[in-house]
């Protein structure tokens, strides 16, 4: 390796390990978010014009007029269809226009008629349809009310913390205007502060043309004490309050060894925020896509439990009550009050205005073999014997960036990856049912020599400085410019570059990775775009947190129309935004090999499932430094639970392969690798039931628990779907660990003992190195497939068990999903989707989608039912044919029922290819009348 | 008797077992003789013996199923007539990719695979017999170097006496001269403490000479002075012009006699330019400055330079028998067979770096732009317990950017010639070298031979 290879991040990145806190900005060094927090909660000087007020059936409208400046504001208002209500304002008559977020929403919401309950000199009352809900707009100051019945749910503006500023000609050069309007704007008497025309961090200037643009807004929460969401940061799951620290803020950076448990801004923004008690769930959703900061108090802040009690018992309590407070630097005011009430309804309610999880190959959601990087093909083809070779799973292998040609993306390094041999051992991939990720950021080398660049350059979609000029930063490959991927036109042509004739060495076994794109400028402020570069009409300030999501909304088209949008595309992205989760999947970036790393990507999977990105993941092993065995067996252990499941390692550490920690530590890898592998089909429906609902697949425990308090600030245990529950292990020399199994009257069964415990208790479990605790709610039924092999895909064919955990009242109710598995048939209703349930001692089977059809060689080996006692027979029943079951009652407690794959086994060889053709025949039919089908114990 | 009792129940076996367990080896077949039941070979368990191979996991060690996948860790046996049989996990069978070269492992997927074990058996044969070849040329070549390896080593040792020998002999030199060389500098001593009289008779006389030059007496001598005294040898007629009575005053107007004594004096004395007038050639007194002293001197200057020759040769001399001695005590291996590569390098380039390995020295790589990076200096063997020979390491080469100092993993094969193979850099900063040589060649390799089931 040449000592000059890391120039560029030596260079431009600092070299100690831990953030360069000094590198990104506090609130106080950016002026629109000094300016906005100076303004404190009071009075506000904002007044609605009733007489301005307008109803139509769907849509209210009402001016506002800050009484300090004059200047008027459009408050529009709509009841949206499933209990939300959005309420958006933007200056009545502005310079020029605002941004307004596109393509982020996947339509106009539709609206729900509202009607004009009463109204007075002091404001209106507005019906919001059903559930006895209403608005009551106040006039003086102007504050809305959110309620239902007697109980507000949700108040605006109730701290006076309201704040437009209006878009003006600049002061100084106003003396060549007309008299008429000087004299206009002279009026406001507009304060003039630093920061508002022009502002300096470190040596980078912002010029501001068009001068102060922020917006801010406050929501109070009574009743609230808990708030979840507004990811990405590296913090715990519930959100602290921000009173006498900075505000959480929301503006994708590529942070060079992020800091822990603080509220510094990530790689991504989703500005959507929920709130929570045992009573009801809501979520706020501030679509704008400017630098935002969020700010969080509490009047509960600081007491004590203790505290807390003395004031119930007291009685003189104030209701508890959290106080948020949005900044945005541009752009309007546009919230959607998401109203739930339970957790699952704001899903929903979110997931219908910007759309849910993207359906994933299911390899996809199998193990992820990643490095920066494996130095050439050679070294891949190892890596993959060693799998082999170890007999580990793995599904996927990834190229960092020195795959390429010089940092050129598209293109292979020819001398490591010569693109002939690329095609070659990419078919030999696609034989043995493994395929490969290659890198694409979106930073396009300066080159005249490159085809991408020419094109993009001669086509003029880079985005442009602020004089006009192409922008060019300095990225991977040196001087590097960035294409505008918020224009239509040039994500068309990026995701025509996807063509397999377009990107050499390209089939359809290699998928994408979209790595600095929140876009990571090395030379630029905060390591990111200056803010008066410009995308078209529009200024990167307004639209920064968009940009990665457009890289990937555009990477992902390009693998759809590849394949002539046959098949399901799979895009990694760093940076995201409110809407993100339709392409792809996420990571939590550059974490380190540290516990403290290994704890927080539950948290940060947690929020970011929270407002709708499932598939989310940390570095496995974590990225900088160097992990302990015993850390890296720890992180595989967890990460096999974790949505999107990758180790990954920077190019300075040494090789951590899973065989290369001594036979003990490979075989724990495997076993944790393994037990991912036999729980795909959990996985894989779980994922379908996200991308049909929004739900999140890994979720805190007060989602599916959400009157039980004990659960509200959980963040070291979590759920996958609601039926199993995870407490990894997370701390170095752990002999044991404390899981809490939520719910009274429930119990949860050991998924490796099948031990049942009761729930609502903290149980203590000792763990030697090879636990990983999980445990399967009783009343469930999951399918998994323990014949694990070397990939997911060479276990399609293969059988299911059923692991039924019976409730304390005997029943258990699951699904089981089957489709392809990578492609977009399942639209064209070719999958299986069953709903299995056990109760009166029968395991019953319904057809969810009856008008679905599929077929697969994959049948039900065996059923264990968890917590049952032993039965005298076991029958099966099939198309009205009765036949005795094979049983076993097992450590006296389980039924194991064993269904050998009958046909080929009765049968002669000779007679085994028609058979095997039949067979699938037979399963279509096996499944189309399960209906029919039941077990009796 | 008894033995034809035994093969006759194996025939026996062999007859009624007409239906072929799919997945075993022959030596396993006597557990599947067909009969009603099967008992697991770890004695678990008894099953009807139609669930064997009935694609359901009954046994836990996995017996009952050795040709299809559904126990976990079972194994499944390919015959491979034409090549080597062996055992892959039982999860390879029927997961649509073909392990085994009869394709046996693929009896009900969509994978199509062919029977490519002639061909494998074909190829590592000749694989085999090429590498039995290179063994056999390579353990040859070996044997060579080891019978040079004896006569280096000899010859090395023989090298090592004569350096010592020769520092011996230097050491009497050394002696020999330190003697001389402080004989001599007792003489000039002596002769100098002898000659000090004469050194005051050498003053005196560059002060009766500026007496004479020095007319009015005043302690100068002027241009005027010089003008009336000094004429030139040649030409004695020739009175000295103002510019040439200045250059001999060293190019001032006036000197005193300590000036006088670094110029004037010394064109005297030389006498072979000017004179003082009325005179011949060089002053008397100055022709017979003691020649004792001159000679003295010269030799005390002879012996030292002597002596700092004989001292460097033996300087040299030890530093060459130290670094022998360093090298005669490396390992080089229980025939001596390495010692060869002791100061030989070997190079082999890799696109734009060219890497060189220097045994037992050093690891080095160079760029294109020619700045030169070590990758390790010499540190020891690291080869497995059976032959620590069949690795080198090299360590503390230069630090890395932010990391560790590179190192280099030097791996021995065996092949019949010296040469690099590859170098690769799996981690950064850390180098795996393939380094092929004959002495490198094991014997053991040989017994390995072709296991085919033809």
């Excluded at chain 1, 009274?744 to 990983?772: C, R």
């Excluded at chain 1, 109710?813 to 209703?829: A, M, R, S």
Aim: net charge negative; charged share 25%.
């Amino acid at each position: 390796m040449a000592p000059v290879l890391l120039l560029w991040l030596a260079v431009c990145l600092s070299g100690t390990w831990a953030v360069d806190r000094g590198n990104f900005k506090t609130c106080d060094q950016s002026a629109f978010c000094k300016r906005q927090r100076a303004l404190k909660p009071g009075q506000s000087p904002y007044r609605a014009l009733l007489e301005t007020l307008e109803l139509t059936n769907t849509r209210l409208t009402l001016q506002l007029i800050n009484d300090n400046n004059k200047v008027r504001l459009l408050l529009e208002l709509y009841r949206l269809q499933g209990n939300m209500t959005r309420v958006k304002i933007n200056e009545l008559k502005p310079l020029k226009p605002r941004y307004e977020v596109p393509d982020v929403l996947i339509q106009e919401p539709p609206t729900e008629p509202m009607s004009l309950l009463s109204q007075d000199e002091n404001g209106v009352v507005l019906s919001l349809g059903a559930e006895s809900q209403r608005v009551i707009v106040s006039a003086r100051p102007f504050r809305l009310d959110i309620m239902e019945g007697r109980e507000v749910l949700m108040s605006v503006n109730s701290r006076g913390l309201l704040a437009f500023e209006h878009l003006r000609m600049r002061k100084d050069t106003l003396f060549h205007c007309s008299p008429v309007l000087y004299q206009a704007v002279n009026e406001e008497e507009e304060k003039v502060e630093d920061g508002m025309w022009e502002e300096t961090f470190k040596s980078h200037s912002d010029s501001k043309p068009n001068g102060p643009s922020a917006v801010s807004l406050d929501f109070s929460l009574p009743g609230v004490e808990h708030v979840y969401g507004i990811p990405e940061h590296a913090d715990t799951l519930k959100l602290k309050t921000t009173d006498g620290g900075d505000p959480y803020r929301l503006y994708n950076l590529d942070v060079f060894q992020y800091e822990l448990y603080n509220p510094m801004a990530l790689y991504g923004a989703v500005p959507v925020m929920l709130a929570h008690n045992a009573q009801r769930t809501t979520g706020i959703f501030w679509l704008n896509a400017a630098e935002t900061w969020v700010d969080i108090s509490s009047n509960t802040a600081g007491k004590t439990v203790f505290g807390k009690m003395l004031d119930y018992v007291q009685g003189s309590s104030e209701t508890p009550q959290t106080d948020v407070r949005w900044i945005s630097e541009s752009g309007i005011i546009d919230v959607f009050v998401m109203l739930g009430p339970k957790p699952q309804d704001v899903f929903s309610q979110y997931a219908s205005l910007t759309g849910t999880q993207a359906f994933p190959p299911l390899s996809a959601l199998a193990y992820h073999q990643c490095r920066w990087n494996y130095n050439d093909q050679e070294d891949v083809q190892a890596v993959d014997a060693g799998f082999d070779q170890h007999d580990i799973p793995y599904d996927f292998i990834w190229l960092d960036i020195e795959h390429t040609d010089g940092k050129r993306y598209f293109t292979w390094d020819p001398h490591n990856y010569p693109t002939p041999l690329i095609y070659i051992f990419l078919t030999f991939f696609s034989f043995i049912h493994q395929q490969m990720v290659a890198i694409v950021d979106p930073h396009i080398k300066v080159d005249s020599n490159y085809k991408i660049h020419n094109e993009i350059r001669s086509r003029g979609y880079y985005i442009k400085n602020k004089d006009g000029g192409d922008y060019e930063g300095w990225c991977w490959p040196g001087n590097a410019g960035y294409p505008d991927f918020t224009n239509p036109e040039m994500r068309a042509w990026w995701a025509s570059m996807f063509a397999y004739d377009q990107y050499e060495g390209s089939m359809e076994n290699l998928y994408t990775w979209n790595d600095m794109n929140e876009p990571s400028v090395f030379n630029g402020p905060e390591v990111t775009m200056h803010k008066d570069a410009v995308h078209g009409a529009w200024e990167h300030r307004d639209l920064h947190n968009l940009y990665g999501f457009y890289v990937q909304m555009a990477t992902a088209e390009g693998l759809v129309q590849r394949s002539g949008g046959v098949e399901r595309p799979f895009v990694l992205t760093r940076a995201f935004f409110a809407g993100s989760q339709r392409y792809g999947a996420v990571w939590t970036g550059d974490n380190a090999a540290e516990w403290d790393h290994l704890k927080i990507s539950i948290p940060m999977c947690l929020s970011l499932g929270l407002v709708g990105v499932s598939f989310c993941g940390a570095d496995v092993g974590g990225f900088f430094k160097t992990p302990s065995s015993e850390l890296l067996v720890r992180w595989y252990q967890t990460g096999a639970y974790q949505p999107f499941f990758r180790a990954h390692a920077h190019l300075d550490t040494p090789r951590r392969e899973p065989w290369l920690f001594g036979p003990e530590n490979t075989a724990l890898i495997r076993e944790a690798v393994r037990q991912r592998y036999a729980l795909l089909p959990y996985w894989y429906q779980l994922f379908y039931h996200a991308y049909r609902t929004g739900h999140p697949v890994m979720r805190p425990l007060w989602v599916e628990y959400p009157q039980d308090t004990a659960t509200f600030a959980m963040d070291d245990q979590f759920l996958i779907g609601e039926d199993l529950l995870v407490h990894p292990v997370t701390e170095e020399g752990a002999r044991g660990i404390t899981a809490y199994l939520p719910g009274k009257g429930e119990v949860w069964f050991d998924v490796h003992t099948f031990q049942k415990h009761n729930g609502a208790q903290n149980l203590y479990v000792p763990v030697t190195m090879s636990s990983i605790p999980v445990y399967q709610r009783g009343g469930s039924i999951i399918p998994r497939k323990i014949r694990v092999r070397r990939s997911s895909t060479c276990m399609e064919h293969d059988p299911y068990t059923l692991y039924v955990a019976l409730s304390p009242q005997r029943t258990a109710e699951g699904e089981l999903y089957i489709d392809d598995g990578h492609t977009f048939n399942f639209n064209k209703k070719e999958f299986i989707h069953r709903r299995l349930s056990f109760a009166n001692n029968v395991l019953s089977s319904i057809n969810l989608a009856p008008d679905a059809q599929f077929s697969t060689q994959s049948w039900i080996e065996r059923i264990l039912i968890l917590g049952a006692s032993k039965p005298s027979k076991v029958t099966l029943k099939t198309a009205g044919e009765c036949l005795k079951c094979f049983f076993m009652f097992l450590y006296g407690k389980i039924i194991m029922l064993m269904f050998p794959n009958l046909d080929w086994s009765r049968h002669k060889r000779l007679y085994k290819r028609q058979t095997q053709a039949r067979r699938q025949e037979n399963w279509l039919s096996h499944c189309g009348t399960w209906r029919r089908e039941r077990l009796r114990t | 008797m008894r033995r034809h009792i035994i093969m006759a129940v194996v025939f026996w076996s062999v007859c009624v077992d007409s239906r072929k367990i799919r997945g075993i080896s022959l030596s396993y077949k006597r557990f599947y003789r067909e009969r009603k039941s099967f008992l697991c070979i770890d004695g678990s368990k008894m099953i009807p013996f139609e669930q064997v191979n009935d694609d359901y996991c009954d046994c836990e060690d996995g017996s009952d199923e050795p040709g299809t996948a559904a126990c976990p860790g079972g194994r499944f046996y390919c015959s491979n007539l034409g090549f080597r049989p062996h055992y892959i996990p039982s999860s390879r069978v029927n997961d649509g990719i073909c392990d085994c070269c009869d394709a046996s492992d693929e009896y009900n997927s969509h994978a199509h695979c062919q029977n490519s074990c002639r061909n494998l058996g074909q190829r590592e044969r000749a694989d085999v017999e090429g590498q039995m070849r290179t063994l056999d040329e390579g353990l040859r070549l070996k044997q060579q170097l080891i019978e040079e390896g004896v006569l280096l080593w000899r010859e090395k040792q023989a090298q090592l006496r004569d350096l010592q020998q020769v520092a011996e002999d230097l050491q009497i030199k050394l002696e020999e001269h330190r003697r001389r060389k402080h004989e001599a500098d007792r003489l000039k001593e002596q002769t100098l403490k002898a000659g000090d009289r004469g050194h005051r008779h050498q003053n005196r006389t560059v002060t009766s000479i500026f007496q004479i030059l020095d007319s009015n007496k005043d302690g100068r001598i002027t241009v005027n002075e010089v003008q009336a005294k000094v004429a030139f040898i040649q030409d004695e007629e020739r009175s000295l012009s103002e510019d040439e009575a200045v250059a001999l005053l060293g190019g001032g107007h006036e000197m005193d006699l300590s000036m006088f004594q670094l110029t004037l004096w010394d064109s005297l004395r030389a006498g072979d330019s000017v004179k003082i007038k009325g005179t011949y050639g060089v002053p008397a007194s100055l022709a017979d400055e003691d020649p004792n002293i001159e000679a003295a001197e010269r030799d005390a200057v002879r012996e030292d330079t002597d002596l700092k020759k004989v001292e460097e040769a033996y300087e040299t001399v030890n530093m060459e028998i130290s670094d022998l001695r360093n090298k005669l005590t490396i390992d080089y291996g229980t025939d001596r067979e390495f010692l060869f590569l002791n100061s030989q390098c070997y190079q082999l380039k890799v696109y734009e770096y060219t890497y060189t390995l220097c045994p037992f020295n050093q690891v080095t790589q160079k760029s294109a732009v020619g700045t030169e990076v070590s990758l390790g200096k010499w540190g020891t063997w690291a080869g497995t317990p059976e032959n620590q020979y069949s690795r080198m390491r090299y360590e503390s080469g230069e630090p890395c950017w932010q990391g560790p100092t590179r190192n280099t993993m030097v791996t021995l094969t065996c092949g019949t010639e010296t040469a690099l193979r590859s170098v690769k850099e799996p981690s950064k900063c850390q180098y795996i070298v393939d380094f092929q040589t004959p002495v490198a060649c094991q014997p053991v390799l040989k017994q390995q031979g072709i296991h085919s089931e033809l």
